[in-house]
C-alpha cells in the first residue's frame, strides 16, 4: 500500500491532468448521446414503424468490439478525441433511446385520453403529460449511459486522446500494478460520482420534487445540484479550451504502446524543445504499428519512430529481408513515393523479433535455437503479442521457415504476455531483442539459426511537409543517429519496465549523459 501511495504522490500532476481529460471526453460524450437520444427516442414513440429498426441499429452498435469499432473509425476522422468520443456516443445511445422510447409508449393510454380530453394538443400532451411521467426512465437510461461513459473512456488513450486509461495502458504495457490502480481507481470513483450527481439531478428535477419545490429545502438542494453541475461543466470546458490554446502550431511526436516506443517518443520531444523554438505535443501510447502509421499519414502526428522490418512487412506488404540496407533503402524510397514521409537515420539499435522461453522450459527441452523449439512446439503453448499470430513476419511466416505447430496459441497484449509466461499459462512468447523485460524475468531468449526475423532497425520518419516547414529537424534528430545500441536501448527499457522510472525521465537522462541537451 505504501509503495502505491508513492506512486500517487509522485506523479498526482499527471493523474490530476488525466482525470481532467477524462472527466471532459464522459461529459462530451454524454451529453452529445443525450442531446441525440432522447429526440430518437420520442421520435421512434409517435412513429413506431421506426422504432424497431432504430433500436435494431443501435443494439448492434452496442455488440461491435470498442477496439473494432476505433479501428474502423480512425481512418475516417483519424486519432485524437474525435474517434474516443464518436466511439462512445454511439454506444450510449442505446440505453438512452431504448429507455427514453420505453417510458413514453408504457404510460397509462387513460392518462392520455383524459390529456386529449382537457384540449392538449399532442406536442402540449408530449411536454406536459408524457416527458414529466417517462422522466425516471429516462434518466435512469442516462445514468446508464454515464457510467459506462467512464469506463469505456479508458479506451480513449489508444488513439492518443488521453485520459486515465494512459495509465491503464502503460501498467499493462511495463507490468505495473500501481500504475494501473493509479488509473483504474479514479477512473471508478469518477464513475461513481458521475452517478450520484445524476441520481441527485434526477431526484431534484422529478415530476414529485417539483411538487414540493415550495419548500426551502428543495429550492436550495436544486440550486446546489445545477451550481455542482455547471461548476463541473465550466471546468470541463476549461480544461479542453485551455488544452486547445496549448495545442495551437505545434510539432505532434507519436509513438507505438510499449516502453521502448514511450522512451523514443520523449527522446524526440525533449530534443526538438531543446534545440528549437519549436513546440511540442506528445501523442504517446497510441496502438500498434497501423494506428501510429496510420495517424501520421492522415497529419494527426507529425513523426514517430518506426523499425524498417515493419515498414517493409506490415506497411508496405513485401516479403522478410535480411539485408539491412537494401530494407532500408527501399522503405525509405516507397514512403516518400507513395505516402510523402521521409526516413531520417537509423537510432542504431535493431529492435527484431526473438522467441523466448522460461529457463526451466529450455532445460527440460534443450532448447538452444529456434529449431530446437520446432521439434518440441507440439507439446507447448505460445502466448504471443496480439499482432504475432497474424504477421508474415511473424507466427505466419515462423511457421512455414521452421516446419513448427504449437499445441495452443493463446494471444495476449504487451507485458501481460510476460506474466503469463511466468505463471505458467503459456510456454513460449514472442519478444523484442531489446525488451528489458527478458532480462527482469531472467528468460532464455532462442537462436534464429535459419535467419528467418528481418532486421528491425529503428529509424525516425517524419511528414514530409513537415520537414519542409520545419529542415531544422532533420539536423536535430539525426543527432541522435548512433547514439542507441541494443545494449543500451535494452537497458533504458530495463529502467522503465523492471525499476519502474518514467520513460519521460529516463529518456531526458539518457540525452543529458549523451551530451545531447544544451
Not at 532480462?439 to 520537414?467: C, G
Request: overall charge neutral; aromatic content about 8%.
Amino acid at each position: 500500500m505504501s509503495g502505491f501511495w508513492n506512486y500517487l504522490t509522485n506523479n498526482y500532476s499527471q493523474i490530476l491532468s488525466l482525470l481532467g481529460e477524462h472527466l471532459y471526453l464522459s461529459i462530451v460524450s454524454v451529453l452529445i448521446a443525450i442531446i441525440i437520444g432522447i429526440p430518437l427516442g420520442i421520435l421512434i414513440s409517435n412513429e413506431p414503424k421506426l422504432s424497431k429498426p432504430i433500436i435494431g441499429i443501435t443494439n448492434v452498435i452496442q455488440a461491435v468490439p470498442s477496439l473494432a469499432l476505433l479501428g474502423f473509425l480512425i481512418p475516417f476522422i483519424g486519432i485524437g478525441s474525435t474517434p474516443a468520443i464518436v466511439m462512445v456516443v454511439l454506444y450510449s445511445l442505446l440505453p438512452i433511446v431504448k429507455n427514453t422510447y420505453t417510458g413514453l409508449t408504457n404510460i397509462d393510454g387513460d392518462i392520455l385520453e383524459a390529456a386529449k380530453g382537457i384540449g392538449l394538443t399532442k406536442s402540449q400532451t408530449m411536454k406536459k403529460v408524457q416527458l414529466p411521467l417517462a422522466f425516471p426512465m429516462i434518466m435512469a437510461g442516462i445514468r446508464i449511459s454515464a457510467v459506462t461513459a467512464v469506463g469505456l473512456m479508458t479506451i480513449a488513450a489508444f488513439v492518443g486522446a488521453g485520459g486515465l486509461g494512459y495509465l491503464v495502458f502503460s501498467g499493462v504495457q511495463t507490468v505495473d500494478n500501481y500504475m494501473i490502480l493509479a488509473g483504474a481507481i479514479p477512473a471508478c470513483i469518477l464513475a461513481l460520482l458521475i452517478d450520484f450527481v445524476v441520481g441527485k439531478l434526477e431526484s431534484s428535477l422529478s415530476y414529485t420534487s417539483k411538487q414540493k419545490s415550495t419548500s426551502k429545502k428543495g429550492k436550495t438542494t436544486k440550486r446546489v445540484m445545477i451550481a455542482f453541475i455547471s461548476i463541473v461543466l465550466v471546468a470541463a470546458i476549461g480544461f479542453k479550451a485551455y488544452s486547445s490554446v496549448k495545442a495551437e502550431d505545434k510539432i505532434v511526436i507519436g509513438s507505438k504502446n510499449f516502453s521502448e516506443q514511450l522512451i523514443l517518443g520523449n527522446m524526440l520531444a525533449d530534443l526538438i524543445e531543446d534545440q528549437t523554438d519549436i513546440q511540442v505535443e506528445r501523442k504517446l501510447n497510441l496502438g500498434g504499428s497501423q494506428v501510429a502509421f496510420g495517424a501520421l499519414n492522415s497529419g494527426d502526428i507529425d513523426m514517430y519512430v518506426e523499425y524498417t522490418g515493419t515498414g517493409l512487412v506490415n506497411i508496405l506488404n513485401q516479403p522478410p529481408e535480411s539485408d539491412s540496407d537494401k530494407v532500408y533503402k527501399y522503405v525509405e524510397k516507397e514512403f516518400k513515393q507513395k505516402y510523402g514521409i521521409n526516413l531520417l537515420k537509423p537510432l542504431g539499435f535493431n529492435n527484431t523479433y526473438a522467441l523466448a522461453v522460461r529457463q526451466d522450459t529450455a532445460n527440460e527441452y534443450h532448447l538452444n535455437t529456434i529449431s530446437d523449439l520446432a521439434k518440441v512446439s507440439g507439446n507447448l503453448t505460445m502466448g504471443p503479442t496480439i499482432e504475432f499470430p497474424n504477421r508474415e513476419d511473424g507466427l505466419i511466416g515462423l511457421t512455414k521457415t521452421y516446419n513448427m505447430a504449437f499445441k495452443d496459441v493463446k494471444p495476449v497484449d504487451g507485458g501481460l504476455r510476460y506474466t503469463a509466461l511466468q505463471n505458467q499459462k503459456s510456454d513460449v512468447i514472442d519478444a523484442f531483442s531489446t525488451d528489458g523485460l527478458l532480462e527482469a524475468f531472467h528468460l532464455k531468449v532462442l537462436k534464429d539459426d535459419q535467419h528467418f526475423f528481418p532486421p528491425y532497425y529503428a529509424v525516425p520518419i517524419i511528414k514530409e511537409e513537415t520537414l519542409k516547414e520545419h529542415p531544422e529537424l532533420k539536423k536535430v534528430i539525426n543527432s541522435l543517429s548512433g547514439k542507441l545500441t541494443d545494449e543500451k536501448m535494452r537497458e533504458l527499457n530495463y529502467k522503465v519496465d523492471s525499476l519502474k522510472q518514467s520513460p519521460a525521465k529516463v529518456a531526458k537522462d539518457f540525452l543529458e549523459k549523451e551530451g545531447l541537451l544544451d
